[in-house]
């Protein structure tokens, strides 16, 4: 057999493994589309694999999903197309103005400082709620004030202790992660809730589920987008410095645009991690700015969970991601590599 049989023949088994791959990626999603057509009887009665040979499908589940008997479905929609791409896209460019300003510049942060803001914040958050009897929220907004002010004051001179870097500033960024969520969830929860006591109504509104959602969305982010920051080179910047560019200027005018394919695919994984979220808008809306997930886990009855209604309204909920995911997908996928390859 001469070579280029042997190639022939390697590449017709890198196709049939590919075409094997793709089958097994699919047929999840196949499984759920022809699982939203069936009836009641065809779900419960045994697997079915082809509509009009096996089972003949039917619009029910569709049709109870868009006339609201399976709750508010264009509600729930808009209130996760509408967080989601806000809180994304605030998400990264915050996230990016930190991860240029920790890959362009050098923080020193004294550990005794941030000592000082957790006592601080503690103690006079147990000071004000137990000897002045100042409400929760109140004692915790005042505390955190005093306590990142004190402490940003006495970080400028030499304090005993360690001097943490950029990197480690960068590592207690990516910690955030690793909180359970429903630990934070309910801690914003409690705090919402006496916020709301005051007169600032955060549950169940666009501001407080987007801030929850910014925040949460932020170490990923700013982890992303430093190593795409990081690879872009810096004569150009230097070049617009030499010419008296405002450091702003230089951020949206040359950074931004060259880190284009970084901020996209940073854009399109927030986005994801958003739109699929189910914790915190579980915890933090009730009706008006509930979210698609939200109406996918209530797809239920006393029968038990209705998997042909759930399989429509997840179907609904999946194709959004997939189609913006294959619209820039290309330019992801050179963002992920940019990033990764320095």
Same mark, same amino acid.
């Given at each position: 057999m001469s070579v280029r049989d042997l190639r022939g023949a390697k590449r017709h088994w890198v196709l049939f493994g590919c075409l094997i791959w793709l089958t097994f990626a699919l047929f999840p999603l196949y499984w759920v589309a022809i699982t939203? @057509?069936?009836?009641?009887?065809?779900?419960?009665? /045994?697997?079915? !694999? @082809?509509? +009009?040979?096996? =089972?003949?499908?039917? *619009?029910?589940?569709?049709?109870? @999903? =868009?006339? &609201?008997?399976? $709750?508010?479905?264009?509600?729930?929609?808009?209130?996760?197309? %509408?967080?989601?791409?806000?809180?994304?896209?605030?998400? #990264?460019?915050?996230?990016?103005?930190?991860? !240029?300003?920790?890959?362009?510049?050098? +923080?020193?942060?004294?550990?005794?400082? &941030?000592? #000082? =803001?957790?006592?601080?914040?503690? &103690? $006079? =958050? *147990? +000071?004000?709620?137990?000897?002045? $009897?100042? /409400?929760?929220?109140?004692?915790?907004? %005042?505390?955190?004030?005093?306590? @990142?002010?004190?402490? %940003?004051?006495?970080?400028?001179?030499? *304090?005993?202790?360690?001097v943490l870097g950029n990197d480690d500033i960068v590592f207690w960024f990516v910690s955030q992660r690793l909180f359970p969520p429903i630990v934070v969830a309910f801690a914003l929860f409690l705090l919402y809730t006496e916020m709301g006591k005051l007169g600032f109504r955060m549950t169940d509104t666009y501001f407080g589920l987007t801030l929850a959602y910014i925040a949460f969305s932020l170490p990923i982010v700013i982890w992303l987008m430093r190593d795409f920051i990081a690879s872009l080179p810096v004569d150009v910047e230097e070049a617009a410095m030499v010419d008296n560019v405002p450091t702003w200027r230089i951020f949206f005018g040359i950074v931004l645009p060259m880190s284009k394919p970084g901020l996209i695919a940073t854009f399109v994984i927030t986005l994801a991690f958003v739109w699929n979220e189910f914790l915190f808008a579980l915890f933090l809306t009730n009706s008006k700015w509930q979210t698609l997930p939200i109406l996918v886990a209530g797809q239920n009855s006393q029968r038990g969970d209705e998997w042909w209604a759930i399989s429509a309204a997840a179907l609904v909920a999946i194709v959004p991601m997939v189609i913006i995911a294959g619209l820039l997908g290309r330019m992801m996928r050179s963002g992920l590599l940019m990033g990764a390859v320095k």
């Open positions: 939203s @057509l069936k009836s009641p009887v065809d779900v419960v009665g /045994g697997p079915t !694999y @082809l509509p +009009f040979v096996d =089972f003949q499908p039917t *619009l029910k589940a569709w049709t109870e @999903l =868009f006339s &609201g008997i399976r $709750g508010e479905f264009f509600s729930n929609f808009w209130s996760s197309t %509408i967080v989601a791409l806000s809180s994304a896209v605030i998400a #990264t460019i915050i996230g990016s103005m930190a991860a !240029y300003a920790l890959v362009r510049f050098t +923080f020193r942060v004294r550990l005794m400082s &941030g000592v #000082t =803001f957790f006592v601080v914040a503690m &103690g $006079g =958050f *147990l +000071f004000g709620r137990e000897v002045l $009897g100042i /409400g929760p929220a109140t004692a915790s907004i %005042i505390a955190f004030c005093v306590a @990142l002010a004190l402490s %940003i004051f006495i970080n400028r001179f030499k *304090l005993p202790g360690p």
